[in-house]
């Protein structure tokens, strides 16, 4: 019989409201009572109203825009839970800010992604719960446990309508996604393609060539962050030139900064589809735009984190994502 890690309660900082609502709904408990604000100069004051000793923390934060404020939340939320005797301390970051800098490819080059990880784990969390990583190696960055989830499949379960119709191939903007295209062509087994490219610098891409077969067939392009959207507007058009019919798109983390959204709007896609990872502001929800809610997701894994049950089988089970406009 698996044993009952204490009592779950839940904090979150400013960065997602929604979503951790959406998961305390899910899993049938009130948010824990916490007061996240700022001094006068800009620094962040925590004031947690309920007493967590001896309890089993989720401290629920996206490291989104503003990503720096976002960030020293939940490393300041965390240190005033250890100092107040939590049991047990589980962050739950939905989308992991700084993950694209994990490896060196130049000269002086940083690791953000290790750093963050080293400030994470030595201001004392416990366990660590991410959603589809931009490297999965990141997981190892980590000298405490990682339940590393993903959306893959919720996002694959949206377009199983739409794919009764035509023909669909599924494609990954770069060599470096096809492991993930793979794992969303297998849930609707479809075939995939892959485009390959090259970035000049960051935030800038030139398609190079597309490996497979896509002409006169619908394609559903399939990323894990969508940022400045120029990646995947210009992977469209070099579909629809190499004889695609329809180009749909997806990713579990819509950054969408900058231009993203006129970029999407202006496109040539059929539908972009992502997850409630990162908050959504209302200026940004364009009807070309659908979100997965992945608070079942979540809800899902801190009940069986809590209970010592097994969370790959969550996935075995396929529990049932929702999809919000």
Sequence with gaps: MNQKMGDIVVFTGNSNHELVDNICKEIGIEKGKCKVSTFSDGEIAIDIDISVRGRDVYIIQSTSSP????????????DAIRRASAGRINVVIPYYGYARQD???KAREPITS???ANLISNTGADRVVAMDLHAGQIQGYFDIPVDHLTAIPYLARYFKSI????DFVVV??????VTRARAFANELNLPIAIIEKRRPKPNVSEVMNIIGDIKGKNAILVDDIIDTAGTICKACDSLI???AKKVYGCATHGVLSGPAIDRINNS???KFVITDTIHLPKEKQIDRIDIVSVAPIFASAIKRINTNSSVSEMFEKKDKGTITK
């Design 67 to 78: 990503v720096n404020n976002n960030l020293m939340e939940l490393l300041i939320l965390m």
């Design 103 to 105: 490896r060196k490819t």
């Design 114 to 116: 290790k750093l963050v």
């Design 163 to 166: 794919i009764k119709e035509e």
């Design 172 to 177: 990954s903007p770069d060599l470096g996604g």
């Design 241 to 243: 030139e190499k004889g």
């Design 268 to 270: 040539n896609l059929e």
